[in-house]
């Protein structure tokens, strides 16, 4: 198994441990992440798409707020409402005002978004297997672990998924930022 600077060709040492673990972080993440998107294409939407219906289905018969979705989010998307646009086209998703407060609108997974969750589920549920599977239990669980730890320390300057295309500085869980300057990322 080829190591991470024979895979990117680097010549030089990484200048330390934390920066080999975080490149090879962020090539692995693509790597899952595009196999994982080779399989939702099949069915005409994106991995962020099926992120929101599989949210929405976990909802279901309730709807959620714009802000509810992004905070549920595997991956942060800027613009929300754009993306609940794509999906009300496609006829996956359907939106009414809350009779409480007529500013938020409620989106619910339509049946036909449904439907397509039922056809992919099959597919997808045998995915983490398909990735992962050549990893033993102890090894996924410490992966995961690890996992978790690291994102205690991520402080996330990128725009978080709003329902404005807006965004305030937050740490990776989807806080404030402590002692960060937010007031440029309003």
């Given at each position: 198994?080829?190591?991470?600077?024979?895979?990117?060709?680097?010549?030089?040492?990484?200048?330390s441990?934390?920066e080999?673990?975080?490149?090879?972080?962020?090539?692995?993440?693509d790597?899952?992440?595009?196999?994982f998107?080779?399989?939702?294409?099949e069915w005409?939407i994106?991995?962020?798409?099926?992120?929101v219906?599989?949210?929405?289905?976990g909802?279901?018969p309730q709807?959620l707020a714009c802000?509810?979705?992004?905070?549920?989010?595997?991956t942060a998307?800027p613009d929300?409402?754009?993306?609940?646009?794509?999906?009300k086209t496609l006829?996956?998703?359907r939106?009414?005002?809350d009779h409480?407060?007529r500013?938020?609108?409620?989106?619910?997974v339509?049946d036909?978004?449904?439907e397509?969750l039922?056809?992919?589920?099959?597919?997808?549920?045998?995915?983490?297997?398909e990735?992962?599977g050549?990893?033993?239990?102890?090894?996924?669980?410490?992966?995961?672990?690890l996992?978790?730890?690291?994102?205690h320390?991520c402080?996330?300057?990128?725009a978080?998924p709003?329902?404005?295309?807006e965004?305030?500085t937050?740490?990776?869980?989807?806080?404030?930022?402590?002692?960060?300057d937010?007031?440029?990322?309003v």
């Amino acid at each position: 198994m080829a190591g991470l600077k024979q895979e990117i060709a680097q010549q030089r040492p990484f200048a330390s441990a934390q920066e080999e673990a975080l490149l090879n972080l962020m090539r692995t993440a693509d790597c899952l992440n595009r196999a994982f998107h080779r399989t939702t294409r099949e069915w005409g939407i994106t991995n962020t798409q099926y992120n929101v219906l599989r949210i929405l289905r976990g909802a279901h018969p309730q709807g959620l707020a714009c802000s509810a979705i992004g905070s549920r989010m595997i991956t942060a998307e800027p613009d929300i409402t754009r993306l609940l646009a794509r999906l009300k086209t496609l006829k996956l998703i359907r939106q009414k005002r809350d009779h409480h407060d007529r500013r938020v609108v409620l989106t619910y997974v339509s049946d036909a978004g449904l439907e397509l969750l039922r056809q992919m589920d099959p597919v997808i549920q045998k995915l983490p297997q398909e990735l992962l599977g050549h990893l033993n239990e102890e090894d996924v669980r410490e992966f995961s672990r690890l996992l978790e730890l690291a994102r205690h320390g991520c402080d996330d300057a990128v725009a978080p998924p709003t329902c404005t295309g807006e965004g305030k500085t937050l740490s990776c869980d989807g806080t404030a930022a402590v002692g960060k300057d937010t007031a440029a990322a309003v």
